[in-house]
C-alpha cells in the first residue's frame, strides 16, 4: 500500500466574509488531486515554487508544512511554525500523526485527505 494525500478543495469563507488569502495567479490545485508520497521521505507544502505540493495563495507560507509516510502506513504532519497553521480535527498542530481516511487543513482552508494508492 502506498499513502498518499488527496486535496479535497478549499473553504476559504470565515462566516460569510471570504478570508483575507489571495490567490497567486490562480490555485494550483484541483479539487480530487492525488499526490503519491514516497515512504520515509519529507514532502514539502508551501507557496514557495520550491514547495513539493504547492498551494498558490499568500495565506500559506512559502514552506508552511511538510509531511511522511512511515513504514506503519500512517502519515506524520509537521507544521514549520507559520502563521495561519495547520489543523486537525479543527485544532492547530505542531506535529501528529495520521491514518488513511484521516484529514487535515493548511491555514483553516485548504483541506487534504490521507488516502491509500494501490501500487
Known amino acids: ?3 498518499a494525500l488527496k ?3 478549499h473553504d476559504c ?3 460569510d466574509a471570504i478570508k ?6 490562480g490555485l494550483s490545485l ?4 492525488s499526490f503519491r508520497l514516497v515512504p520515509d521521505e519529507w514532502t514539502t507544502i508551501g507557496r514557495s515554487n520550491a514547495a513539493d505540493i504547492q498551494v498558490a495563495s499568500n495565506g500559506v507560507a512559502r514552506c508552511h508544512l511538510r509531511v511522511q509516510p512511515t ?6 504532519i509537521e507544521d514549520l511554525g507559520n502563521t495561519n497553521g495547520t489543523q486537525v480535527a479543527g ?3 505542531e506535529r501528529c500523526e495520521l ?3 484521516e484529514t487535515f487543513n493548511i491555514a483553516n482552508c485548504f483541506a487534504f485527505e490521507v488516502v491509500e494508492l494501490e501500487d
Open 99 to 101: 491514518r488513511v481516511g
Open 30 to 33: 484541483q479539487e480530487g488531486q
Open 71 to 76: 513504514q506503519s502506513e500512517t502519515l506524520l
Open 91 to 93: 485544532k492547530r498542530i
Open 20 to 25: 483575507p488569502w489571495n490567490f497567486s495567479s
Open 13 to 15: 469563507l470565515e462566516g
Open 7 to 9: 486535496y479535497l478543495g
Open 1 to 3: 500500500m502506498t499513502v
